[in-house]
């Protein structure tokens, strides 16, 4: 007759299963997560150019449709990964700088690394927008899913393994270092830890 497994050793074969299971989305969300992080720093972020040239020495009150035009037909755009060239609608002008030489824009809203500047002697126009390369991105896109994303699916699932990670963890260890005697201390500090630093 089969000896009948405790609770605990069913818990650990799980745990160590699933735990080998989740590996690889685990490195994605981590990854994307610590760049998520210090996104505000631009960090991971790399910087694509776009050019164009109009006529030279244009008033700054009529600039700006001048350079509406110039991108919306710009060529160079279909070089550009498909998000950078969601990215690139000039959707907002804020002044920088306005001396003899050039005159340079913050281009939207939400102060993203996006500048144009016009050489007035020359007419040139550079278009610099930072963003993240393709791989990046897509790690990135993934952390963020919605429900509408085929990712959410395989997001929602790795939240209930790993919600069954860490309460299995509480049946796996007896004795001296089982939840009962370490791990209980070292679960209310965990919750301390988060709880202090959401309302920091």
């Known amino acids: ?4 497994k405790k609770l605990s050793t069913i818990f ?24 998520l992080s210090v996104r505000d720093l631009h960090l ?3 910087e694509y150019i776009l050019n164009a040239a109009i006529e030279k020495n ?5 600039l700006q449709s001048e350079i509406v035009l110039a991108f919306s037909e710009n060529e160079q ?19 920088l700088e306005n ?34 390369p393709t791989f990046i991105n897509s790690l990135v896109k993934a952390h963020k899913s919605s429900s509408q ?12 393994i ?9 049946f796996m260890v007896k004795g001296k270092y089982g939840f009962k005697e370490r791990g209980i201390y070292l679960t209310l500090f965990g919750i301390a830890l988060v709880v202090l630093f959401l309302y920091l």
Do not use: C
Not at 12 to 35: C, F, M, P, Q
Not at 58 to 62: F, G, L, S
């Open 58 to 62: 244009i008033q700054e009150k009529e």
């Open 99 to 132: 001396n003899n030489e050039f005159i340079k824009y913050q281009i939207s809203r939400k102060k993203d690394m996006k500048f144009i500047t016009y050489y007035k002697n020359s007419g040139e126009i550079i278009y610099s927008i930072s963003g993240y």
């Open 44 to 46: 991971f972020e790399k």
């Open 162 to 170: 790993l919600l069954f990670l860490a309460i299995s963890a509480i």
């Open 12 to 35: 650990r074969n799980w745990h160590r299963d699933l735990g080998y299971l989740v590996i690889g989305i685990t490195i994605v969300y981590s990854i994307s997560g610590i760049i």
């Open 149 to 160: 994303d085929k990712w959410s699916y395989l997001a929602l699932a790795y939240s209930v």
């Open 77 to 95: 755009k279909k070089n550009l990964p498909a998000h950078i060239i969601k990215k690139s609608v000039l959707n907002k002008f804020e002044l």
């Open 1 to 4: 007759m089969k000896k009948k």
